[in-house]
Each structure stands twice: as C-alpha cells, then as structure tokens.
C-alpha cells in the first residue's frame, strides 16, 4: 500500500503494492501552506510512513485529545460551543518522516511535530486547506482508509511545485544522521559509473565532514556533496537523471556560502579533469599540476571567498 497526498488538488489517493488505484479521498491540508520547520503549522512534505495507528474501534466523530478518546462525540452544539476548537475526531494516522535533514530529526520532524492524518467535523470543508499542518478527512473516509492501512505504509506528501527540480529541498546534515542517503549517491555515481573502488569511496573523512543532500520530491536523494574541516569542497555527485539541471551548481553554492559563514577565505576542490568547467564557472582558479586519484585524473582548484 502507498498513500500520495496531493497538496495542490487537496486529494489523499491510496494504491496496492502494484501501484492501482483503490481509493481516492478530498482532504484539507494546512492553511498555512507546506512546510516542515516545528512551530509552523504547515504541512510537512516529502516521504513519510504510518508510525501508529491510533483510535481502532472508537464511535464515528469520537473526539481525541494527546491521542486519546475524551469521551465525547462531536455534535454541532459541541462545534457552537467551541467554535476554535481543533477537532481531532474518529482516527488518527500518526505520520513519521523518512528523509533525514528534511522531515526526520531536529527542529523538522514530523513525528515530533504530531502530524497526522486525522477525521475532522463533517461541517468542515474538504478540497481547501484550513488544518493547523494536519491532513483532515472526512470522519467516514479516514475510517475506511485506517482499516485499508498497516504501520509501516509509505505516505508521500507532494507539494504544488513537484515537477521542478529547482524546488528540491537542499538540506545540511551529519554523516551518522545522512549516511544511507549520501552513500546511495555515491555508490551509483563514483563505484558503479566511475569504477571507483568501494573500499576507498567511503573513507574516514566523512564522519567529520559536513554534508550537503537534495532530495527530489519522490522523497529520493538526487544529489550530494560534502565540506571537509580543512577548507575542501569534495565528493560533488548528481544522479544521471538530474543532471543538467541546476543541482551541482545549487550544491557548491550551498558549500561555498556555508565556507563565508565560517569566516574562511578560501576554498579548495580536487576536481575531476572533466569537470573543472563547473567549478571555473563558480570563481575557482587551478593550482598546481594535474594529477590523478583513484584512476581518474583530477586538477586542483581554488576560490576566494
């Protein structure tokens, strides 16, 4: 099972594991538009997955508050009498980010934030975004989606503006909290289409560098570089199919400012020969001689900041 949440056409679509359609559902998502920071009240975008299902068996319009029942059944006199009240009613789908830096971890993640997809007054429209960053539905529909769902299935948030790779959130991140993310990039552009031997790829430098991560709005990483302590950009990688795209040149803009920020006044890359090009455009000069790394010839190159 996967769920995609439309924000733009505020529509929740449920598909089997063969990815056909099984159900559609209006929904209402925040009315302060997308976003993941805590404190914000939007909606978070991006992978996430069930973490809990909470509320089984309750009365249609049964009322929770911090996750459990009240007692009471939502009315339209309990709606006059409490007219601010941000109803949580009948189910609740507790959702858990799945992309480090993103929606997973810190000051972004969703789970920490208690975003969930929850049934809302019947009174309450759907197909606009009125929620405080929750996915309201239909006291009837988030019912029949909460018996059609496990933990563990994948909900993908969609944002309005998913077909631009211009839009893919860069994030900042450690190598202990982005490892699998990172590693997958490299793996696929510096061993399996460079020929760079796996053992070296990955070395001790990571876990004291700073790393750079875009992810694509599959919830997918699409592009990687990271910043060594000692003033070197390095392991600059896109996915062949995001290429030419504007993401390597997003990425060492990312690493050069984070470089201003601490206050360093050069910068330094090992680039490869064939695309010294892409670093001549941001400013770096080479220096030295060529020479050659792991097979492939390689130019050093510098910036002032």
């Keep these: 099972m996967r769920l995609i949440i439309d924000l733009a ?50 009365p249609y319009g049964a009322a929770l508050v911090g996750r459990r029942p009240t007692g009471e059944i939502c009315t339209i006199e309990h709606l006059a009498q409490m007219p601010e009240r941000d109803w949580i009613l009948s189910r609740i789908l507790w959702l858990s980010g799945s992309q480090p830096g993103f929606n997973q971890l810190g000051n972004c993640d969703t789970m920490a934030r208690y975003i969930y997809i929850h049934g809302t007054p019947d009174e309450e429209p759907m197909g606009v975004p009125q929620s405080h960053g929750c996915i309201r539905m239909r006291n009837a529909d988030v019912i029949d989606l909460f ?3 496990s933990v563990g299935t994948e909900v993908l948030i969609v944002p309005e503006n998913a077909a631009d790779p211009a839009s893919f959130p860069l994030v900042q991140l450690e190598w202990r909290k ?42 997918r990483p699409a592009a990687c570089a990271r910043l060594l302590a000692e003033g070197k950009v390095g392991r600059m990688a896109v996915l062949p199919q995001w290429r030419g795209q504007g993401l390597g040149e997003r990425l060492l803009q990312a690493v050069m400012q984070e470089a201003k920020m601490r206050g360093w006044f050069e910068l330094r890359a090992a680039a490869q020969a064939s695309v010294t090009g892409f670093y001549a455009k941001a400013g770096f000069e080479p220096v030295g001689d060529p ?9 050093m190159m510098r910036v002032f900041l």
Aim: glycine share 12%; net charge negative.
């Design 9 to 58: 056409r505020q529509n929740l679509s449920l598909f089997d594991d063969v990815g056909a359609l099984l159900r559609e559902y209006p929904v209402s998502t925040a009315r302060l538009g997308a976003g993941e920071q805590k404190g914000s009240y939007q909606t978070p975008r991006g992978r996430h997955v069930i973490r809990a299902k909470i509320g089984a068996g309750l």
């Design 178 to 219: 982005g490892r699998a993310a990172l590693s997958s990039i490299r793996q696929t552009v510096f061993v399996e289409e460079q020929g760079v031997p796996a053992e070296i790829e990955l070395d001790s430098a990571d876990a004291g560098a700073t790393h750079f991560l875009i992810w694509d709005w599959q919830g």
């Design 147 to 149: 018996e059609r769902v």
């Design 291 to 299: 020479f050659e790394a792991a097979g492939i010839a390689h130019q």
